[in-house]
């Protein structure tokens, strides 16, 4: 009996190959973070060459967060197009089906177009919730937009209500806005109600770090999109907790003007000393401090938790940036 295997030691002359049917109908309207998550896993379905990889080796390939892996497993295995299993020690099966074949089997395919529409009663309900929160009846643009986002985005009808909530809170009255919210809580693998209100919790904390961070500075502002980066690095990338991050902002109060760019280079300094907490840099002189401790006088404010929570409602739910 023979048995049959192609040598290829070169991955790069090697080929993928993906279904026209995942091209044109289930690529278009996914996030494009996952449909590199896929296509990187489909690379390594097909080829028996390549060693087993993990999600944080795939995040780091693909300049992701690996909960950003993760939730891409978790949208196509909704989609039905692929199947995670769990594996002990931590270990994961990931199953590709080809489609077609599951087409042409009668098998259930999640596809975009034919989805498993919402319960008719359900999404009246949705409507009079949201009508109640509005005060008012709904327009026809506004009704057309809402089930735009159970059909595009697959959205939930408890997370679509939950979404109007907070908008509402935010006193975000606007359709477009809320569309744009929807958009946002698309591209980050949100579609139950559960997902929303990990994402909301999750953004709350992200939020206030942020604030807490930029008012220790004495800069009582939103952050800008190029000091957010820097901020997510030294809390995701670096894994330093607020206080590690406050004791690089303390080496700066010698600086007639702090930013971020040293208060980088003081941090990821740091993070290549393999230094954990405050008290590994005691004996670390800095440029601005010459290694002495501040005096109380020099110490940054305390924090303005009504400014924080006032820049939070501004700030909160998705509002692309």
């Not at 509402?168 to 606007?174: A, F, G, R, S």
Request: proline letters at 3%; charged letters at 30%.
């Amino acid at each position: 009996m023979n048995q049959f295997e192609l040598i290829q030691s070169n991955d790069d002359l090697s080929v993928t190959l993906v279904e026209n049917i995942f091209i044109n109908h289930y690529m278009p309207k996914a996030p494009g973070d996952f449909v590199k998550v896929y296509l990187l896993g489909l690379k390594y379905c097909q080829s028996s060459n390549l060693a087993a990889i993990s999600n944080t080796v795939i995040a780091k390939s693909l300049n992701l967060l690996e909960s950003d892996v993760d939730k891409a497993w978790k949208f196509w295995e909704k989609e039905g197009i692929l199947l995670v299993e769990e594996r002990e020690g931590g270990h994961s099966s990931i199953r590709y089906f080809n489609i077609a074949s599951l087409m042409l089997e009668g098998r259930s395919v999640s596809m975009p177009s034919a989805k498993k529409k919402t319960d008719e009663n359900e999404i009246q309900q949705m409507h009079k919730a949201i009508e109640y929160m509005f005060a008012r009846p709904l327009s026809v643009k506004e009704l057309q937009t809402i089930g735009s986002w159970m059909e595009e985005f697959q959205l939930s009808s408890q997370a679509v209500t939950l979404l109007v909530e907070y908008c509402l809170e935010k006193d975000k009255k606007d359709i477009n806005y809320m569309n744009r919210v929807a958009t946002t809580w698309y591209d980050n693998g949100i579609f139950t109600y559960e997902d929303a209100k990990r994402y909301i919790e999750s953004n709350n904390v992200r939020w206030t770090q942020y604030y807490q961070i930029m008012n220790y500075l004495g800069m009582n502002r939103q952050p800008s999109k190029a000091e957010i980066e820097f901020m997510d690095k030294w809390l995701d990338e670096y894994g330093f907790s607020l206080e590690m991050i406050f004791e690089g902002c303390r080496r700066m109060t010698g600086l007639h003007k702090p930013n971020f760019r040293y208060l980088n280079s003081v941090l990821t300094s740091w993070k290549e000393k393999g230094f954990t907490r405050p008290e590994d840099t005691l004996d670390e002189k800095g440029p601005a401090t010459g290694g002495k401790s501040p005096s109380k006088d020099s110490e940054p404010s305390k924090y303005d938790y009504d400014l924080i929570q006032k820049k939070l409602r501004e700030k909160m739910w998705g509002e692309p940036r």
